[in-house]
């Protein structure tokens, strides 16, 4: 049986293993789903790769995570299955899960900067612009051996925006004159905005958006996502697992911390107009009156402090947070934690009776937390 990245080798091509064991997130991601573009080099075989490919489609759906998989398994010493079926504990496997293998260059902004670097430039400018230097710095890398003995790799993410004319040209010299030793993979959401004579020069293969489910169980197989914040996340990621990635980061910390900040910051520095909190959007009836009643909490706990009494039973964090709210707001504290206590029930009282859009109702709160 060939051997894969992860111990249970899976059969079926949607459920084959996803990064080595411990190594999520690292250089390389988890690539799910794409059966068609799996099939498609499965057939090709390793042995009759062309010498460029473009593979296109929308942002977050594996492009590029297909091309360091691909590369990492025509680099590995022990292959199982092509095109993903690397061994995960040869030498030239670690040095690719941990982005530093030799063989396979990737043209990122960190790339296109060390090019900028070496060639003593200043920095000042965009770097998710190929200009000479990169280009040079392609060309070059390009012509070594390749330290593995196989394949050298070169992958450009992004060739649609990331590109000038040395960048076009650079390519093209290359494409022009294919060496067995030599891949060129380049990602595009707009292919139609590469040139040409370059795409010409190109295998395209389309990439298609994910299914909900698919991104659901990613994210919760290897990102430890809660089941149903998954299936939240992944309705509206619309396709693309890295979009439901970028969500999930956005969101940051809890909403119930998301809401004790800005009751804390509406209370102690009134002057100030605090972020409100960012509600996660799936269903913004049911979580507005979970952060009213999160609002609520808060205000009690503030006004615990206040009077000098059970603050024990809270964590430090929010002690810390309750004991600056109540320095800060100075005299007649309770009377005006009341106040906001009141303040908090009209508003779960008018997002629980009425229609008024939760946006307004956290307006009209913030308004009257920070008069108190
Ligand atoms: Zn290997």
Redesign the pocket.
Known sequence: MPKHGSPEAPTQATERPVGAPGNAGAAMKPFVGQDAVVEFFRRTGENNLAHAYLFWGPRGVGKRTFATWLA?RL?????GDFPLG?????G??LRSLAGSSGDTVVVDEEFIREADRLAGKALERKTDVIGIEASRRIITLMQMHSYEGGRLVCIVPNFDYATGDPAYNALLKELEEPSPGKLFLLTAERPDRIPATIRSRTIAVPFVPLTDELIARTLREHYGVEAKRADAVARRAQGSLGDALAALEGEGGSLFEAVREWVAGCLREPRRIPRTPALPGDDPRRETAEALRFARLVVRDALAVALGGSAHVLDPESLRIYEGVVAAMGSDVPQRLIHASRAVAEAARLADETNIPPAQILGWLQVNLRSV
């Open positions: 990492a680099h590995c010493e022990n292959p690397m061994c995960g504990r040869c030239p496997c």
